[in-house]
């Protein structure tokens, strides 16, 4: 779903994963208890055991940034949206992707988040950021967060 175009939602995940129905996954995603964060690891030992371990594999950091008519989601404000080549609203996160030849998957993730964000507790609060994810961090940190992981 990563790549294809247009609204993301149940209806249209089902679409292209084999063998699903959209009561179920509605389901998953919404009531059922998961962790994001388990599944991430669980894509990146999968992906490492699959793509990793040879000499035409690495790990491609890189930051993207999606373009927010709002305020209210986590991390939004003015700055940098390489697509668009330009300073406008946006989230950003910093992103990394395990790569062998041509094949290539996400394995890692972080949110950043701009000090406008970490230097006001309200809004953190609010936003329900957990307090570890409460201090300021650069996207070279991120980076760094995200190779020691």
Known sequence: MQGEPGKRNVERITEVVPDSNDQALNYMLSYSTWSADDVRDHVALDANRLLGGTPESALLIDESGIKKAGNA???????????????????????????????????????????????????????????????????????LEIVAH
């Open 73 to 143: 989601s986590v991390g939004v404000s003015r700055q940098w949206l390489g697509r668009i080549g330009k300073v406008d609203n946006c989230q950003v996160g910093v992103y990394a992707a395990l790569v062998r030849g041509k094949l290539a998957t996400l394995v890692d993730y972080r949110l950043y988040l701009p000090e406008k964000w970490t230097d006001n507790l309200k809004l953190c609060k609010k936003a329900g950021i957990p307090e570890e994810n409460r201090k300021f961090k650069s996207k070279s940190q991120l980076a």
